[in-house]
């Protein structure tokens, strides 16, 4: 059974960072792609940021260009996520993903708040 636990959210000021951890059981993390994405309330889940097998990203959102990258430690099966400089348009429940994160085939996690207030 796949499981991915996110960890790592919190309160923030504006212009700080934060690293997400995803612990990923189950199945053979280093062979998937992996995202992050996330969902503020009342919006649509967003797709933050990708990363491929080998650790390459895939994609990044629009809005975190430059500030947030995702990592990943296949020895530890665990993916990360660095954001830095965070905004208060940041605020969402992050999660981490396999895939792309939206597939109908893909598990995400139970997810994590950030919260970026002064």
């Known amino acids: 059974e796949v499981q991915l636990v996110e960890s790592g959210g919190g309160l923030v000021q504006p212009g700080g960072s934060l690293r997400l951890t995803c612990a990923a059981s189950?199945?053979?993390?280093?062979?998937?792609?992996m995202s992050w994405i996330r969902q503020a309330p009342g919006k649509e889940v967003e797709q933050v940021a990708g990363?491929?097998?080998?650790?390459?990203?895939?994609f990044f959102g629009n809005s975190v260009k430059g500030r947030f990258t995702a990592s990943r430690d296949n020895a530890e099966n665990t993916l990360y996520l660095q954001m830095n400089n965070l905004k208060t348009e940041d605020t969402a429940v992050y999660y981490c993903?396999?895939?792309?994160?939206?597939?109908?085939?893909?598990?995400r996690g139970q997810g994590t708040q950030v919260t970026v207030s002064s």
């Open positions: 990363i491929n097998s080998a650790g390459d990203p895939t």
């Open positions: 993903a396999t895939g792309y994160g939206l597939g109908p085939g893909d598990t």
């Open positions: 189950g199945f053979s993390f280093s062979s998937y792609d």
